[in-house]
């Protein structure tokens, strides 16, 4: 089981990713669009604002964690749980459609 204070700052950081979303999805659009190309002085500006956003927003500093303990490595994304977790759920036939492999 991970330490709650790690759970809760990942939290933290899921929360704040989701609020300064949709301002630094819209300030990258800018930056980059080949449309209406922005000057040299226009560009540094919304560098500026994106730099100016919290870091642990940025989506990148997101960790994905496993559902039931928090462990933080060897996660799968299909189920949302660590690689034991996981071997152990469908070891008890709690994961439908999911089989052991044998060979």
């Not at 940025?58 to 996660?75: E, S």
């Not at 759920?89 to 709690?94: D, E, K, S």
Request: charged share 35%; hydrophobic share 30%.
């Amino acid at each position: 089981m991970a330490k709650k204070s790690l759970i809760q700052r990942e939290k933290k950081r899921q929360k704040l990713e989701q609020k300064y979303h949709l301002i630094r999805r819209s300030s990258k659009k800018k930056i980059r669009s080949k449309v209406s190309p922005l000057s040299l002085s226009e560009k540094t500006k919304m560098r500026e604002k994106l730099q100016s956003l919290p870091r642990n927003s940025a989506p990148t500093r997101l960790n994905r964690r496993c559902f039931l303990t928090g462990r933080p490595r060897a996660n799968y994304r299909d189920f949302g749980l660590s690689g034991h977790i996981l071997r152990e759920m469908v070891y008890a036939c709690l994961l439908p459609g999911a089989t052991r492999s044998s060979w």
